[in-house]
């Protein structure tokens, strides 16, 4: 059964950073795709940053230079680390987990089936 477990959420300031992290059980790590989306009150759900089985990343453009996506194996956990953070980063962090399929889009909630119970950060100005 698959387990994601979001931590490290919180609560920074403008240009601050964050990092949160993902931990895996129950799923091949080596074979899914990993991401994290996020959602804001009142907002959908958009995806923030994936990475492929191989290490491929994907960043929805307004996080590009600022948020970096990886994975340890030894911890089979997928880390996400937020630098220069903006008020409109703020939002539930979930975590996800998906296989290869063709015509997946990697940043769309609709690819992936497992999810954890999400993270809350706060960025305030």
């Known amino acids: 059964q698959a387990r994601l477990a979001e931590s490290g959420g919180g609560s920074v300031l403008t240009g601050g950073s964050l990092k949160v992290s993902c931990d895996v059980s129950?799923?091949?790590?080596?074979?899914?795709?990993m991401a994290w989306f996020r959602q804001a009150p009142g907002k959908e759900r958009e995806g923030v940053a994936a990475?492929?089985?191989?290490?491929?990343?994907y960043y929805k453009d307004s996080v590009k230079g600022r948020f970096t996506i990886s994975k340890d194996l030894a911890k089979v956990s997928v880390d996400l680390q937020m630098n220069d953070l903006k008020p409109e980063d703020t939002g539930m962090y979930y975590c996800?987990?998906?296989?290869?399929?063709?015509?997946?889009?990697?940043?769309?909630?609709?690819?992936?089936?497992?999810w954890g119970q999400g993270t809350p950060v706060t960025v305030s100005s």
């Open positions: 996800a987990a998906g296989e290869w399929r063709f015509g997946a889009v990697w940043l769309s909630p609709d690819s992936y089936p497992y």
């Open positions: 129950g799923i091949s790590f080596s074979s899914n795709y």
């Open positions: 990475i492929s089985p191989g290490g491929t990343t």
